[in-house]
C-alpha cells in the first residue's frame, strides 16, 4: 500500500494523522516507510527524531547559455512552455524560478549556445525512526519548483509494504506530484467553515486524478456535522473522527505522539489502520 495523507488547507493535523498512523502500523507489525512530502516546511521530524543516514543535494538540469555562440534566433524562447528564456537582440536571459527542466531549449538550439548545466534544488535525507524507515526533503530557500524533490523523497520507499505520504497542504503541483501513483489518499479535515471549503477542493483534485479515497474528520466535536452533511451529499466515506482533546494539542506542540498520550486518539488511529488494511487485502 502507497497511502498519502493529505488535506486541503494547512492545520488540519495532517502531520499528526501520518506520523501516528505510521507508528501505529509500525506497532501493529506492519513494515512502514513514511515520506514527509512537504518539502517546503517539513515538520515530521519534530515528532520522530529521525537518526539520518544519508543526505544529499538533488539536481535538476538547467540551461546555460553562452552568448558568444548565440545568434538570438528565438526558437528556444519559443519552445519554453513556462518563459523561462527570453530571447532580446543582444542577449539571451534565463530566469531560473521559471524553468522546469524539459530539456527542450538546449534541444531545438541550432547553434549549440545553449548547454546542460545543472541547478540545486534542494536536499533529501533518509534513516531510520520508531523502527521504520522515513525519507524527507528540504526545498533550498527562493526555489519555486517542487515536484522534483518530491519525487526523490519518494523513491526512497522503493520495495517498503507500506508507504505513508505525509503531502503538502493544498491542491498545487506539490500536492499532485504526492498523490501521483498512490494506492489510496486519506483526505484529513476539521468540522469548520474552512475545513469543509478546502475538503471540497481536495476531494475535486483526487477525483480528477481519479485517486481513491476516504475522510479523517480531525478535532472533532459533537454537533458539528457539517463535514457529516458534506460526506453524505458527495457519497464520500468518513473513516474515522479523531476526537478534540486539548491535551492532544498540547503534547504534539511539543513534540509528543498523539497515540501515547489519549487511548481515544489511538483507538481512532488503530481503526484507520485496520480500515486502509482492509483495502490492501481487497485490492
Known sequence: MRIAVASGKGGTGKTTVAVNLAITAVRAGQAVHLCDCDVEEPNAHIFLNPDIKEAGPVKVPFPVVDQEKCDHCGKCAEICEFNAIASLPDSTIVFGDLCHSCS???????????????????????????????????????????PPVIQVVKEKSAGSPWAILDSPPGTTCP?????????????????????????????????VLGQPFGVVINRDI??????????????????????????????????????????????????????????????
Not at 177 to 193: A, G, I, N, S
Open 175 to 207: 500536492v499532485v506530484e504526492t498523490l501521483r501513483d498512490v494506492d489510496f489518499v486519506v483526505l484529513v479535515t476539521e468540522p469548520t467553515p474552512f475545513g469543509m471549503h478546502d475538503l471540497d477542493l481536495a476531494v475535486k483534485l483526487a477525483r
Open 222 to 283: 459533537p454537533g458539528h456535522d457539517m463535514i457529516d452533511q458534506y460526506c453524505a451529499r458527495e457519497g464520500i466515506e468518513i473513516l474515522v473522527r479523531i476526537p478534540f482533546r486539548r491535551g492532544v494539542a498540547e503534547a504534539c506542540a511539543e513534540g509528543a505522539l498523539a497515540i501515547d498520550v489519549d487511548a481515544d486518539v489511538a483507538a481512532s488511529m488503530t481503526d484507520l489502520f485496520q480500515a486502509l488494511r482492509a483495502r490492501e487485502v481487497t485490492s
Open 104 to 146: 527542450g531549449c538546449w534541444l531545438v538550439c541550432p547553434t549549440g549556445a545553449i548547454a546542460k548545466g545543472e541547478r540545486i534544488l534542494g536536499e533529501v535525507g533518509s534513516g531510520t525512526a520508531h523502527s521504520m524507515s522515513f525519507s524527507q526533503g528540504l526545498l533550498r530557500v527562493g526555489e519555486t519548483v517542487v
